[in-house]
């Protein structure tokens, strides 16, 4: 579970590295007068970061993919929809619903995490260390293939997340309890017990009911000193060019106490804009004492 909790941060980042814009005003004078009737790439991704402050699931689903695409998503839901339910499906669905939702819920997953928990407590401070002793020997070693700008960057990042490496117990049972009991609460919540509730749905009312869960798990994840409102707060981008159905834009986060930069490349489909797999272009590279930089 700890292992869960931590990368649906580290994945909430990664997206919201490409949702917060900066008002680089000179640059988008240049867009707005180049083509006023695209839609400003800067403006679309900021409302998506105020969809994801608001846990609005169904609002990023929409604005994440093109209006025809989320036509074709709709019609093979509501098609689903249509399907016979098996009743080895309903009995699968609630035995799974059931783990999330019971009122014991939270005791019978700790009875189950608690021991694996117990295990690895006395090998966790040695494989901690190991970890970031082989990540400066990394930055350190010519032998591995590093840029000299990625070494850089990697040294910039890595006394902040050893700071909050060595001070998060991520064993700690209180803490992974109160993530469960968060968890768990916002699944009842939800007010869906069975299969044939779920189908009776449309798909934007299951994204709706979504939100609880993204809220519930934005607060277990800050058990773990992570901050996903925070890291949003701390999210820029800054458009940097436009050319016909292509753009470039530079996003910011601030993770681990040192400001990163990364280029992306969105494009232009169906009057609205699109990250191309959200791939980052160029390398990282250190800027000043603690920031990182990509250079395309």
Do not use: C
Not at 153 to 158: D, G, P, R
Not at 271 to 285: H, P, S
Request: aromatic share 6%; glycine share 6%.
């Amino acid at each position: 579970m700890k292992a869960r909790l931590l990368s649906v941060s580290l994945l909430a980042a990664g997206l919201f590295a490409a949702a917060v814009p900066l008002h680089a005003e000179q640059a988008r004078s240049n867009y707005v007068a180049a083509s006023i009737a695209v839609v400003d790439p800067a403006a679309q991704l900021e409302q998506m970061a105020r969809m994801f402050r608001a846990n609005d699931v169904a609002g990023l689903a929409r604005a994440m993919v093109p209006p025809s695409q989320w036509e074709e998503m709709r019609i093979a839901y509501q098609s689903k929809q249509l399907e016979p339910i098996s009743e080895e499906e309903r009995a699968e669905f609630e035995k799974k619903i059931g783990r999330l939702i019971s009122p014991d819920s939270v005791d019978e997953l700790m009875a189950e995490i608690e021991p694996k928990l117990e295990q690895a407590r006395p090998s966790a401070p040695g494989a901690l260390l190991m970890a970031f002793g082989a990540a400066q020997m990394a930055i350190n070693s010519p032998d591995t293939e590093l840029t000299e700008e990625q070494r850089a960057a990697l040294k910039s990042v890595l006394p902040g997340a050893q700071r909050w490496a060595s001070q998060t117990d991520f064993l700690d049972s209180a803490s992974m309890r109160q993530a469960l009991t968060l968890l768990t609460s916002a699944g009842r919540n939800i007010g869906i017990s069975n299969l044939d509730q779920l189908k009776e749905l449309p798909l934007e009312a299951v994204l709706d009911r979504a939100g609880t869960l993204l809220a519930a798990t934005k607060q277990a994840v800050r058990l773990y000193g992570i901050d996903l409102n925070a890291v949003a707060d701390s999210l820029r981008v800054e458009l940097l060019s436009i050319d016909g159905d292509t753009a470039r834009v530079r996003t910011t986060i601030t993770l681990f106490d040192a400001p990163v930069w990364a280029d992306h490349e969105l494009v232009l489909l169906e009057g609205r804009w699109y990250g191309t797999g959200l791939r980052t272009e160029g390398v990282f590279r250190a800027e000043g004492d603690s920031g990182l930089r990509a250079e395309g």
